[in-house]
């Protein structure tokens, strides 16, 4: 019990505050109860925010504010209304996509590293892939592109190949 309060510690204070875990951790599943929330929060908003209903309630609200216009004689105070309220829901919403972004991207890299690892023939290498930088990213695209060359030269060949074949 005491172990695992210290490793609880020790993730916190690794983890930046709100930051989202690495792939290799699996301290996403271990967050507060108002990262949760906010979570579950965010996934609700987004996957709504996607449906033909929140569209046309935008659609209605955008027509209302047009059919105004000559209520209130186009003025810039009417302009404003809908620029401020556009300009908030927008900010408040790229960080609500952020979030689901973020999430769906851990998950997405976790179930690449689990078939990675289940696969013999995949090299583990790849696990944790999206740390490196830019330039070792480079690298590896620039070496599987040579790996495509080599499956076009070699047709109707069912050769298996890996990154690391360029280790062997």
């Not at 983890?15 to 965010?42: C, E, I, K, N």
């Not at 929140?54 to 609200?61: K, N, P, Y």
């Not at 209304?81 to 991207?105: A, E, H, R, W």
């Not at 590896?140 to 109707?156: I, M, P, Q």
């Amino acid at each position: 019990m005491e172990t695992t309060d210290n490793n609880k510690r020790t993730r916190a204070a690794t983890d930046a505050l709100g930051s989202m875990p690495d792939t290799s951790s699996a301290s996403y599943a271990d967050r507060s109860r108002v990262f949760t929330a906010f979570d579950h929060f965010a996934s609700k908003v987004t996957r709504w925010a996607g449906t033909p209903v929140a569209f046309c309630i935008a659609l209605a609200c955008v027509l209302v504010w047009a059919s105004t216009g000559p209520m209130f004689g186009y003025s810039e105070n009417w302009q404003l209304v809908i620029n401020t309220g556009t300009t908030i829901v927008t900010f408040l919403m790229v960080f609500l996509i952020q979030q689901s972004q973020n999430k769906d991207s851990v998950a997405l890299h976790l179930k690449l590293n689990e078939l990675l690892a289940a696969s013999q023939i995949a090299s583990n290498r790849m696990i944790g892939i999206e740390d490196l930088d830019e330039e070792q990213l480079r690298q590896v695209a620039a070496f599987y592109d040579s790996l495509a060359e080599r499956a076009r030269k070699a047709g109707a060949s069912q050769e298996c190949h890996s990154i690391d074949d360029d280790v062997r």
